[in-house]
């Protein structure tokens, strides 16, 4: 059986060299396109057992590492590998501890994003070899990271409608649980993310580079 990607990224031509970069693998491959996040979103839910997801982080619908995040917590069995034009060595370290498997820059030439996929595939990490993760980071940002990662997958998708605005009473039909149960959940949330407020978390939230409120627009 082929191995099944998507690829989301909201430049045509560079969507185009990564399907050839893919199609060049042993036995070729599935792939499907989105060109933002909401097109990607919809991918994960229609394909969760895909085997890899090249995923830009500067795509329409999404700002920073928010898609990571919130992608992540839908589908953890789902690889992400980041795609991205950014080589900050900070930014490549809040990535691969929001979970994602790799971070291939888009200045690579064709071989090594064909050598960091097939790496991807195996099951390894693959990073860029000029990048150094040893800069020192924002202690208040690893400690978000920390309490990011705390969170259930439902937590996160409550804090992600939170974001958009959406009351109790919507988060609980489009999650199809009871308002009670969404209350718990927030206040879980909050709990977990040592605020006392929404809106509080959203500003909490923004230091990350993760917006619920762009990463959910479409």
């Not at 989301?8 to 060049?24: C, Q, V, W």
């Not at 057992?49 to 069995?77: I, K, N, Y």
């Not at 790799?102 to 960091?116: L, M, T, V, Y």
């Amino acid at each position: 059986m082929r191995p099944l990607f998507i690829v989301a990224d909201d430049h045509p031509l560079f969507r185009g060299a990564l399907k050839e970069i893919l199609r060049s693998l042993p036995g070729g491959a599935d792939i499907v396109e989105a060109a933002d996040f909401g097109e990607a979103a919809a991918a994960l839910e229609r394909h969760g057992d895909a085997d890899l997801l090249l995923l830009d982080l500067a795509m329409p619908g999404t700002s920073g590492l928010s898609g990571l995040a919130l992608l992540r917590a839908e589908h953890p069995s789902v690889p992400i590998a980041i795609v991205s034009a950014s080589e900050d060595g900070q930014i490549i370290a809040r990535a691969l501890d929001l979970g994602a498997s790799g971070f291939i820059p888009k200045s690579a030439g064709f071989d090594e994003i064909r050598q960091a996929i097939e790496t991807l595939l195996r099951g390894d990490v693959w990073l860029p070899g000029n990048v150094s993760l040893d800069a020192p980071g924002d202690p208040e940002v690893s400690e978000l990271i920390v309490r990011m990662k705390s969170l259930t997958p439902q937590q996160t998708r409550v804090l992600s409608m939170l974001g958009r605005g959406l009351l109790n009473k919507q988060i609980a039909y489009e999650l199809g649980v009871s308002e009670p149960t969404i209350k718990a959940h927030v206040s879980a949330v909050l709990l977990k993310l040592g605020v006392d407020s929404r809106t509080q978390a959203v500003i909490r939230l923004s230091k990350l580079g993760v917006d619920p409120q762009s990463g959910l627009a479409n």
